[in-house]
């Protein structure tokens, strides 16, 4: 590139980015103070952490999840932070619970102002281990579940002129982990949606934020299923999980998220080990291609029970010393992971 061509990219960067400080200047501050708030998979985990930071904040709650007992205790404790959340036990992946739901909801709060897709699955094991069935259900709930959501409440958001909806995605659908291939499509999928849909909305008023976080202290690893050698998989995963310098705590990341959904930000990856790993699969494809190979042949074979499931709670691995997997255990206890039947 000549002397050039290198001062018209240096001004066009310079253009470009007092453009964006100044749009980010004099965007308005959002209070989510009185806002009509859906949250799907809003029962446990990052869920239940979101509810409760926005009912601190002063939002009017509804969640849903397909589980009613699961319901009823995020109910108390939803309580024990000072609301009283609407619940509505829901299947996001049957658009037509979902239209019930959200008329239900916008009968008794009032019309939606603010909807986080943050239901999901994730199924673990080698991809010899996977079916069909593995990829359509990860598809079903992690991308037409979302959608599913934004079909009910996008018509009213665009009569008024106003809304915003936050989709959480995942560092797996940034790069593509090995041993999570549905998950990972399923959440590549998101992303795409969710990007395009904030380009198409924008002239409506609706701000769109797609969140990919990286790991994060939620407790879920018990709730995941595995597949192959269920109990490797699952230990592997829970200490990744578990490790404070690699993970966010599920307060931080809600906090980060509700942050990045008042700012407006078109997206958001949490966890510095999240962006960086997004920015070197972006720069330097070929190297993370080859350090992913790496991991995928340090991961455990696909024997064992095959393309048998198991949940995490039933691959509890009795050779990993406790500490290593405490802080999952304790968010696991703390964010309505466990039934009490399984304390």
């Known amino acids: 590139m000549n002397a050039l061509g290198k001062t018209a990219l240096l001004l066009t960067t310079l253009g470009l980015g007092a453009w964006l400080l100044k749009r980010r200047i004099s965007q308005p501050d959002y ?15 990052l869920g239940l952490v979101l509810a409760r930071e926005l009912t601190r904040q002063g939002a009017h709650v509804a969640i849903c999840a397909r589980d009613p007992e699961e319901l009823a205790r995020a109910a108390h404790d939803l309580a024990a932070h000072g609301n009283h959340p609407l619940c509505f036990p829901c299947d996001i992946t049957k658009p037509e619970e979902v239209h019930v739901m959200v008329r239900h909801i916008e009968s008794q709060l009032g019309p939606m ?76 999928a998101l992303v795409g949606y969710s ?111 095959g393309t048998e499931a198991h949940f995490g709670r039933e691959s509890e691995p009795l050779s990993v010393p406790a500490f290593l997997t405490a802080p999952t255990d304790q968010a696991a206890a703390q964010n309505n992971e466990i039934a009490p039947t399984e304390r």
Request: net charge neutral.
């Open 31 to 45: 209070s989510f103070d009185g806002k009509v708030t859906l949250i799907t998979g809003g029962s446990r985990g």
């Open 113 to 188: 102002d603010l909807l986080i897709n943050n239901a999901g699955t994730i199924s673990m094991g080698p991809l010899s281990t996977m079916t069909r069935a593995d990829f359509e259900k990860s598809l079903a709930i992690n991308f037409w579940g979302a959608y599913n959501t934004v079909e009910a409440v996008v018509d009213g958001m665009r009569q008024r002129g106003q809304g915003r909806i936050v989709n959480i995605s995942s560092i797996g659908g940034k790069i593509s982990v090995p041993h999570l291939l549905p998950y990972s499509v399923s959440k590549f």
């Open 195 to 305: 990007q395009g849909l904030r380009a198409e909305l924008a002239n409506n008023g609706i701000v769109v934020t797609t969140i990919c976080p990286g790991l994060m202290r939620t407790g879920s690893p018990r709730n995941a299923q595995f597949k192959g050698q269920h109990e490797d998989e699952y230990a592997w995963f829970k200490v990744g999980d578990s490790l404070p310098l690699l993970t966010l705590s599920a307060e931080e990341a809600a906090r980060e998220i509700l942050e990045a959904c008042r700012r407006g930000d078109a997206e958001a990856v949490l966890s510095i080990p999240a962006k960086v790993v997004a920015t070197a699969n972006a720069l330097f494809p070929e190297v993370m291609s080859g350090l992913l190979d790496f991991a995928n042949r340090c991961l455990p074979r696909p024997d064992g029970t």
